[in-house]
């Protein structure tokens, strides 16, 4: 497993908002959950440009059209224009935590279970379960690679796994009591990282592939 410390290229602080639950990001604007409302940032600017009043206690993800949020024990369809709720899907037995969109379906992480379940949208069933040895907290899948949070003991890593077997492949180190409650990629070279209870979400750096620096990889 190649092992480093994670990079903060930014940091982003909020007015009222004292805990960052969720993240995600819709190409535009990275959308945060702060516990009853869905705030959506220009993140160039840190300026929130929209809220939602949507319970937002856990993960977010975006489909390309819509938003989805995990509200208690459910998981809700949300427009992003309007912030109407257009369905429902129970969460995972014992909860969720984060929550990433991909290949037609949702990833939803189980915090205390140390799982990753891939869920189907539109009836809630686990289509398959990943395991983890640390707490999960946000998902995200960036160029077919599958990243997840973790924050346990005040300590957090963001972790590249096998999507197959849930072998971590690579592991970026957050600095100690820095953690990661949600976690969203830009679609490129930068992860999103809610800061839980800190109210912030940090910008880190995604590491450059191996075989862009070796091409015999």
């Known amino acids: 497993m190649k092992r480093t410390a994670a990079t903060i290229v930014r940091e982003y602080t909020f007015p009222d908002v004292t805990n960052v639950a969720g993240v995600s990001y819709d190409g535009a604007n990275v959308w945060i959950a702060t516990g009853d409302k ?5 993140p160039a600017n840190g300026i929130t440009v929209r809220a939602l009043d949507v319970p937002a ?21 949300v427009d992003p224009e309007t912030g109407r709720v257009i369905a429902t899907i129970p969460t995972p037995e014992g909860g969720a935590a ?7 379906t949702l990833w939803v992480a189980q915090h205390r279970k ?6 189907d949208p539109e009836t809630g069933k686990i289509l398959r379960t990943i395991d983890s040895n640390r707490f999960v907290t946000g ?37 100690p009591g820095l953690i990661v409650s949600g976690l ?10 809610g800061g839980g209870n800190s109210g912030k979400v940090r910008a880190v750096r995604r590491p450059t592939l191996d075989s862009a620096a070796d091409p015999q990889k």
């Open 114 to 119: 140390r799982k990753i379940h891939q869920v």
């Open 98 to 104: 984060g929550m990433a969109w991909a290949e037609g």
């Open 57 to 77: 206690h856990a993960g977010t993800a975006f489909d390309g059209q819509h938003l989805f949020q995990i509200s208690g024990e459910r998981i809700q369809k």
């Open 38 to 42: 869905l705030n959506a940032v220009d």
């Open 184 to 193: 969203e990629s830009n679609g490129s070279d930068t992860f999103f990282c």
């Open 139 to 175: 998902v995200t899948w960036v160029d077919g690679e599958l990243w997840h949070g973790t924050w346990e003991d005040d300590q957090s890593e963001i972790r590249r796994i096998d999507p197959q077997s849930g072998e971590v492949l690579e592991q970026l180190d957050m600095p």
